[in-house]
Every structure is written in C-alpha cells, then in structure tokens.
C-alpha cells in the first residue's frame, strides 16, 4: 500500500495526535488548552466579545464555549460582565492575568507552529490551512451540523 494511499480520517488523527503533544507541552505549564488559547487569542485581538460572538468565530456549539468559558474564568484568565444594554447577555472580558500570559503565550504557540511545520515552505503551509479551513467549515450545512 502507498504511504498516501491511506483514508483522510486516520492521517488527520495522526497528525493531530502529533500537533496535540507539542501544543500541550508548549502550554501546560500555564494550565491552558489549545482550544482555551484560540478563545484568548480573539479576545486580545478585541476584549469584550459575547460568547456567542466567540463561538460563531471558533466555529464551536453554545454548549462547548460555554464549558471553555467556564474554565479560563475559574483559572482568571478572563470574566463575564452583565451587558449594560441588554442584562440577558453577558460580555467576555480579559482579567489582568489573561492579559498578562499573552506574549509568552504566543511566543509558546509560534514555537509550536514553527516545529510542526517544519518540514514545509510558506506556500506549502498556507495552502495547508486554507484546506484545513475549507474542510472544517464547508463540511456543515446551515444547521452547523456535519453533513
């Protein structure tokens, strides 16, 4: 059998299993997450964003963001805010500590990138993530279910 001949859901698992064990070891000792440092990431691009508004950007459930949400908040890396407008919702914020981690954390997750990237060119890994992108979010129908 060809080393590529091989069916798409085991070589992502693979690679995956692979991102997964850098990433962690890159992240661990700040006790976040790699889905935990997406959601960081949009809120050091722009503090002050609705769950919902996070999740529609991660591409995630209510339900999932809810439970990220809940995590950072009881390691203070971020709090929620009743919306002064409409008391119903609540606005995400970055605490001092969430903001502090930013530059190390970053600088923990380039490092991951750069190692498991390693093997590619520029084009090479563009075209990669533009394939990852247009799997991840062409594969749901209007509902946001899988297809």
């Known amino acids: 059998m060809e080393k590529f001949d ?3 859901h085991f070589l992502l698992s693979k690679a995956l ?3 997964n064990q850098v990433s962690k070891s890159k992240l661990s000792s700040f006790g976040v997450t790699p889905v935990q440092y997406a959601l960081l990431r949009l809120l050091w691009k722009k503090d002050g964003q ?21 995590r950072l908040e009881q390691n ?5 805010q009743v919306d002064l407008y409409d008391r119903r919702n609540k606005v995400v914020f970055l ?3 969430g903001k502090s981690i930013e530059a190390s954390l970053c600088q923990k997750m380039n490092e991951m990138n750069n190692e498991v ?6 084009e090479e890994i563009q075209l990669f993530k533009k394939m990852l992108f247009n799997m991840g979010i062409t594969n749901k129908n209007k509902e ?4």
Do not use: H, P, W
């Open 117 to 122: 990237m390693s093997n590619f060119d520029d």
């Open 17 to 19: 299993q692979s991102v």
């Open 76 to 80: 203070g890396f971020i709090e929620r």
């Open 6 to 8: 091989i069916c798409v």
């Open 95 to 97: 605490t001092e500590k």
């Open 144 to 147: 946001g279910k899988l297809k």
């Open 50 to 70: 609705f769950g919902y508004e996070l999740a529609k950007k991660l591409l995630l459930d209510s339900a999932t963001i809810t439970g990220i949400i809940d």
